[in-house]
C-alpha cells in the first residue's frame, strides 16, 4: 500500500529555512509525480509545487524563487527545501501522490 512519511518542519523566524522530507514506499516512486500541498489555518488546501518522474518541477507563485522541490529516486524521498520563509508560509505542509498523502508536518513562522 503507498505509505508517506513525513519529517522536518518546525518553528522558524521570518527570513529562515527548513527543509522536509517525504519517504515513500508502496509504489514505484521513481515513475511518480509528486506534491506538496499546504493548509494555512482555517484556509483550505493549497497546491504549493509538483516535481515529475522526468525532473522537471513548477512551484505556484507565492513560493516561487524561494522553495525547492527535489527528489532521491535511490532513496524514495521527497524534500521541500523552504528558504527565506514568510509569516504567510505558517501552515500544514503535505507531501502527496494523487489522492494520497503524508501525516502533514507543522511550519510555524513566528518571530
Known amino acids: 500500500q503507498v505509505q508517506l512519511v513525513q519529517s522536518g518542519g518546525g518553528l522558524v523566524q521570518p527570513g529562515g529555512s527548513l527543509r522536509l522530507s517525504c519517504a515513500a514506499s508502496?509504489?514505484?516512486?521513481?515513475?511518480?509525480?509528486m506534491n506538496w500541498v499546504r493548509q494555512a489555518p482555517g484556509k483550505g488546501d493549497e497546491w504549493v509545487s509538483t516535481?515529475?518522474?522526468?525532473?522537471?518541477?513548477i512551484y505556484a507563485d507565492a513560493v516561487k524563487g524561494r522553495f525547492t522541490i527535489s527528489r532521491d529516486n535511490a532513496k524514495n524521498t521527497l524534500y521541500l527545501q523552504m528558504n527565506n520563509l514568510k509569516p504567510e508560509d505558517t501552515a500544514v505542509y503535505y507531501c502527496?501522490?494523487?489522492?494520497?498523502r503524508g501525516q502533514g508536518t507543522q511550519v510555524t513562522v513566528s518571530s
Open positions: 516535481i515529475w518522474s522526468d525532473g522537471g518541477r
Open positions: 508502496g509504489f514505484t516512486f521513481s515513475s511518480a509525480a
Open positions: 502527496s501522490k494523487g489522492t494520497f
